[in-house]
Structures are given as structure tokens and as C-alpha cells.
């Protein structure tokens, strides 16, 4: 097996680790109630019994006339998989590399080609990359040791979520986070553990967006000259009927190929995040 084959083994199984943090991020009221409580000696024999009652189980239907329920924790879990492209794209470093990804191709002039399909996977092997470090200490931290049963489950969650909390607090601005403070009516915070999950998601969400339109634009400036210098020739050659699209889209192709535009872009990216 070739080390290209082994990378991306390990490249699509953090990715299926990250899937499966994200859905045990938003199942959390459910694995709280599922996993065994710890229960303080010193309280009531009724908080205790409180603790260790299972959530009930919901009908969701009839078969012959006879109800079919689902234990809630089931229904949670499966609820909280839906929110999975949500959870891709305002905690990992998916939005900055799609949406310059896009805009690359819109300079290029090249209309549906690469597709949005092929986009799609460069920005998710790209963002399994980026977020490989984050992955690994969520493991390390919280998620192994949960598995293992040396620890339990919100000490788990608490663990595995402080590097994706530490990931997002490196790229946010401060100008971002204090208006979604303001808007909040929260703040100041004295340590980054303050920040509401809220505040910090929105924040992050508008840092990556500002980013990765500074950096769409300096990728744009070089295809906008070379618009304007097949403009400016056509029409001193009287040539105005001629769409200078036309003309100019295998010169961009070009200059593109030659200085290797899809390493360097990739690399640009990769290496435009703020290290945790």
C-alpha cells in the first residue's frame, strides 16, 4: 500500500469521525440521558431516581392498528444528523476554501467547468486536511477516552469540543466577535471558555466570509487585467462585435496552467488558517 493510499484512508476516516463528533454534538441532550449519571451519595433518594430515569419513548405510528414508538434518544440522535451540513459549514474550514473555490472558477471564465461536484470534493478533502490536527486532539481528548470508558460523557464532550472552540476563536476577528457580543447583550468575556457557542458560531461564520472574499479578490485581479487587455486590443483593431470573452478565456486557461494556479491556490488556502 502506497503512502498516497494510506493518507487517504486516514484523510476519509477522520472525516467519518468528524461526522460522527458533529452528531453527537447536536444529539447531546440525548447521550447525556442515555450514558450512566454520576450520582452524588449525598443527595435525595428522589434526585437520584430522577437522575437514572431514561427519556420515554414517542409513538410515531401504527402498524395494524397496533402504536409504534421510538426511544427518544434514537429520535435525537437521528434529528441531530440532519444538522450535519450545517455543522460542516460554520465550524470547519469548509466555507473559506467553497466559496474561493467558486469564485476562482468565475474569474476563470470557464462557466460549469470543474463542476460543482468536483468542487465539492476538493473542498472536502481540503477541509479534512485543514481540520486534521482539530480532529486528532478531539480524539485524543475526549472521544478515545470516552470509548474506553475512562471517562464520562460530559467530561468527554467538554474535552472533544474545546479544539474545535479553539480552531474557530483563531480565525474570528475581534470587530466580529464584539458586534455578535453587542448583539447578543453579552460581554465583555474574561477567558475564550466565556464565549457563548452562539456568539462564537456567528463570529466565525462572518470572519470566514470576509476572508474568503479578501482572498477571492486578489485571485481576481490578474483575470481582470487580462479582460482589459483583450478588450483595449479588440476595439483599437475595430473588432467590437467580438465578445472578449471569447478571447481572453484561453489566455487565462493559460497563465493558469503555467504557474500551476491549482497548487498554489490550494496551498494559499490551506495555509491562510491561523494555527490553534
Known amino acids: 500500500m502506497t503512502s498516497r493510499t494510506r493518507i487517504s484512508q486516514r484523510s476519509i476516516a477522520l472525516a467519518l469521525l468528524a461526522t460522527l463528533l458533529f452528531a453527537l454534538m447536536f444529539a447531546l441532550p440525548a447521550f447525556a440521558q442515555s450514558a450512566p449519571a454520576v450520582v452524588d451519595p449525598s443527595a435525595s433518594p428522589s434526585a437520584a431516581a430522577a437522575l437514572s430515569q431514561p427519556l420515554p419513548a414517542v409513538t410515531v405510528g401504527k402498524i395494524g392498528g397496533e402504536p409504534v414508538s421510538m426511544p427518544m434518544q434514537v429520535l435525537l440522535l437521528m434529528t441531530g444528523i440532519t444538522l450535519l451540513p450545517a455543522a460542516l459549514l460554520g465550524l470547519t ?43 486528532d486532539q478531539a480524539w485524543a481528548a475526549g472521544i478515545a477516552p470516552y470509548l474506553n470508558n475512562q471517562m464520562d460523557f460530559r467530561s468527554a464532550w467538554t474535552a472533544a469540543s474545546e479544539p474545535f ?3 474557530m476563536l483563531a480565525q474570528i476577528r475581534e470587530t466580529d466577535l464584539m458586534t455578535f457580543a453587542g448583539l447578543s447583550n453579552s460581554g465583555p468575556y474574561a477567558t475564550p471558555q466565556d464565549v457563548p457557542f452562539s456568539v462564537l458560531a456567528a463570529s466565525f461564520l462572518t470572519s470566514e466570509l470576509k476572508t474568503a472574499f479578501e482572498i477571492a479578490f486578489l485571485i481576481y485581479i490578474p483575470f481582470v487585467i487580462i479582460d482589459l487587455v483583450v478588450a483595449s486590443v479588440l476595439m483599437s483593431m475595430g473588432m467590437m462585435m467580438l465578445s472578449p470573452m471569447l478571447i481572453s478565456a484561453p489566455f487565462k486557461i493559460l497563465l493558469f496552467v503555467l504557474v500551476d494556479g491549482w497548487v498554489l491556490v490550494v496551498g494559499s488556502l490551506a495555509a491562510s488558517f491561523n494555527p490553534v
Not at 97 to 117: D, E, F, H, M, Y
Open 93 to 135: 474550514a469548509f466555507t473559506r476554501i467553497i466559496i474561493v473555490l467558486g469564485l476562482l472558477r468565475q474569474a476563470l471564465g470557464t462557466g460549469q467547468t470543474p463542476s460543482n461536484q468536483v468542487l465539492l470534493a476538493l473542498a472536502l478533502f481540503l477541509t479534512a486536511m485543514v481540520m486534521m490536527p482539530v480532529f
Open 165 to 167: 472552540r479553539g480552531f
